[in-house]
């Protein structure tokens, strides 16, 4: 009993230490920060402003039309700040051990008793920590604008699929981290897993104007499941039921997808530890 | 002068074409070294053009989603989004990836044109922009089954020359902003997509709203697009048409010779202060 409560209080100084670094470091350079909570506003100006010029002005009736919303801008915020969250979890744990291994501390991490999983696996709380509040401060100008109050079960389905759907993506960030210990240089495979899993999860549109066959891929992407899910509850006001067969899917890809990234991580880490691939780069 | 050395035109021009194809050499070099990349870049693009295209498709009714000038639009938007990318992210962002490689103070104890810096990444964005134009028309053709023409290629090659060279001066503008500042990541994101709104890369700047024509006036890059876009497409221009030639090709010297003098300008600052390596 004692060993097992020593061995989760240092578990949780290895989760306490990389927040604290981690956060550290965002926080030295909060501009970026900024940028995540402008960039949705620039992307779905760009949408918006292109939009109204190609279609004058039947572009509302038309957007209307083919989505079903009534507000483009929150439709495109929403949408482009999911689209920005994903494409940095999935591409951040592949960069905290590159930066690492740049700056020569990769291997003292494999020094340290601290469990190597758990040790990469703690980047995605303040990650998420960051995440949640772009979110929060990205969304909240137009709900008030619109004055809509959710109600606080809302909220809290948010929060909840918010958290379900970064697991799915954390396990792709783990993949994406044996992919960087295997070939040392992985942005160009990088690239293509974020622009296969931005289009398929159909964060800026609805799904049923892909074509067929990609609209039967996309149903194995947990984040589509997330897209349509957020927008259900934040855009057409609905409610979120626990029979709802988009939860299930969302929870089980998702569950699928992290056990997915654990053993591929797990795999090539042994492997570069045999092989003495971990401290070549 | 002591220690000025007399260097007649030819040497002159001698040297420069050394330095050129020197730097000319080194880009090709890198960028053929990386071939995942250029895999990378071809898998993922038409994947990157349904993302941007889809979105905007959704303001149509869908019986107007095949008409083949919008797609025309969005083709061209798509070419020149790549060359304001290219401004910043490649230009301007050059001498940030010499600061991060360790290689910015060696260069610039060389003698050699501050040119060159640019001229490395121009020729990997010439191949790279030149591949991208065949590609993403190919990618029309398969994706959405329109064919891309072209009404005066002869135009259409000298606006797009024109126009890497506007945006190779933009980025040595900024590339002096960028040695100045050091880190100006978030800046390039937020100004690359308010180049892209404000010059009307993929729709004519007069349906934008008066305020905003005033910026998309402002912009270099709208007459570039503008230029690219009648000779492609035969739209009518904002200028009569010899006067907008004329227009982008200055653009294209004053904006280098600009850039070259900011960058010469805050390296002496810089030197004087003894922060050229510091970042």
Redesign the interface.
């Known amino acids: 009993m004692r060993n097992m409560l020593k061995a989760l209080r240092n578990n949780l100084l290895v989760i306490y230490a990389v927040y604290i670094k981690e956060m550290k470091i965002w926080l030295r350079y909060p501009s970026w920060i900024f940028v995540f909570i402008t960039l949705p506003y620039t992307l779905t100006g760009l949408f918006y402003g292109v939009g109204y010029a190609i279609a004058g002005n039947r572009a509302f009736d038309n957007f209307v039309k083919n989505t079903g919303a009534r507000n483009p801008v929150l439709y495109y915020l929403l949408g482009s700040t999911v689209l920005l969250l994903s494409v940095i979890i999935i591409e951040d744990m592949g960069a905290s051990i590159r930066s690492e291994q740049l700056r020569g501390t990769f291997e003292l991490h494999y020094l340290s008793p601290a469990n190597k999983l758990l040790l990469w696996s703690s980047y995605v709380l303040p990650h998420g920590t960051v995440s949640f509040i772009v979110i929060a401060a990205t969304l909240a100008p137009p709900l008030i604008w619109e004055t809509r109050t959710l109600d606080i079960v809302s909220v809290l389905w948010t929060i909840v699929l918010l958290f379900i759907g970064m697991l799915p993506l954390y396990g792709i960030g783990l993949i994406t981290a044996s992919l960087t210990i295997r070939f040392k240089e992985p942005w160009a495979i990088i690239n293509i897993i974020k622009a296969f899993i931005s289009v398929c999860s159909g964060f800026l549109y609805p799904l049923t104007v892909l074509p067929h066959w990609l609209q039967l891929v996309s149903k194995t992407i947990p984040t589509s499941y997330l897209a349509v899910l957020l927008r259900d509850i934040l855009i057409f006001d609905r409610k979120l039921l626990l029979e709802d067969i988009r939860l299930t899917a969302l929870v089980i890809t998702s569950l699928l997808y992290l056990a997915l990234g654990f053993g591929i991580y797990l795999r090539w880490e042994n492997y570069a530890r045999k092989t003495g691939d971990l401290s070549k780069y | 002068m002591l220690g000025k050395q007399e260097i007649s035109l030819s040497t002159r021009i001698e040297k420069i074409s050394l330095e050129l194809y020197a730097a000319a050499y080194n880009g090709v070099k890198t960028y053929l070294r990386?071939p995942?990349?250029i895999?990378?870049?071809l898998?993922?693009s038409p994947?990157?053009l349904?993302?941007f295209i889809?979105?905007?498709?959704?303001?149509?009714?869908?019986e107007k989603w095949g008409n083949t000038t919008?797609y025309q639009?969005f083709y061209w938007g798509m070419v020149f989004f790549d060359i304001i990318s290219t401004s910043l992210w490649s230009f301007g962002n050059a001498i940030r990836r010499e600061q991060e490689m360790g290689t910015l103070e060696y260069l610039f104890l060389s003698n050699a044109n501050r040119i060159v810096l640019f001229a490395t990444r121009f020729t990997t964005r010439l191949l790279s922009t030149s591949l991208s134009i065949v590609y993403l028309a190919a990618l029309m053709w398969i994706m959405f089954g329109v064919q891309i023409t072209v009404h005066d290629q002869l135009l259409l090659l000298f606006s797009l020359i024109l126009s890497l060279f506007v945006a190779s001066g933009f980025g040595a503008l900024y590339g002096a902003a960028v040695l100045k500042l050091k880190?100006t990541?978030?800046?390039s994101?937020?100004l690359q997509?308010?180049l892209?709104?404000v010059s009307g890369i993929?729709?004519?700047v007069n349906?934008?709203p008066p305020q905003l024509q005033i910026l998309a006036y402002a912009s270099p890059f709208t007459y570039c697009i503008d230029l690219a876009r009648c000779a492609a497409i035969n739209t009518p221009t904002l200028l009569p048409l010899w006067q907008e030639v004329l227009l982008v090709l200055s653009l294209a010297i004053i904006m280098n010779l600009l850039g070259l003098k900011a960058l010469d300008f805050i390296e002496n600052n810089t030197k004087k202060t003894g922060k050229l390596g510091a970042y």
């Open positions: 990386y995942m990349w895999i990378s870049d898998v993922a994947l990157w349904l993302l889809i979105p905007m498709l959704l303001f149509l009714p869908p919008t639009y880190q990541g978030p800046l994101n937020i997509f308010v892209i709104g993929f729709f004519p349906r934008l």
